[in-house]
């Protein structure tokens, strides 16, 4: 997740692009993944991801013990979270920020789970 000024304002982006730019993650179904959530920003940020449950495995590199399954994640800031989870559900999905005012702002993708 990052920040850029534009000539629209603030524009809040994942994977270097925002909602209106972005290319849907195309996903296997069934197959263990996990996925590092980088804050390149100072605000924090709720990770929210429809349809799919993950666990969280690391916080900045180190192991932690959170147990259960979730479906969002706080992502402090200038700090990356590792989760991991099967994409067992299909469908197309969204992820976001929680905060729906980054959300409207571009912090916003899809998932193609296959």
């Known amino acids: 997740f990052d920040a850029v ?6 524009r809040w982006r994942i994977n270097g692009v925002t909602w209106a730019d972005h290319e849907a993650i195309e996903v296997d179904r069934d197959t263990p993944s996990t996925v590092l959530l ?4 100072g605000p924090e940020h709720p990770f929210h991801l429809h349809g799919q449950f993950f666990q969280i495995l690391e916080r900045d590199g180190a192991a ?3 147990p259960g399954l979730r ?6 800031g200038m700090q990356d979270v ?9 469908g ?3 992820a976001h920020c929680h905060i729906l ?14």
């Open 38 to 41: 980088r804050n390149l920003a």
């Open 5 to 10: 000024n534009s000539a629209l304002g603030l």
């Open 82 to 90: 590792l989760i991991s989870t099967r994409f067992d559900n299909p």
């Open 64 to 66: 932690v013990d959170e």
């Open 101 to 114: 005012e980054h959300a409207e702002l571009g912090m916003m993708t899809e998932m193609i789970v296959e």
């Open 92 to 94: 197309r999905w969204m």
């Open 71 to 76: 479906d969002t994640v706080l992502v402090p």
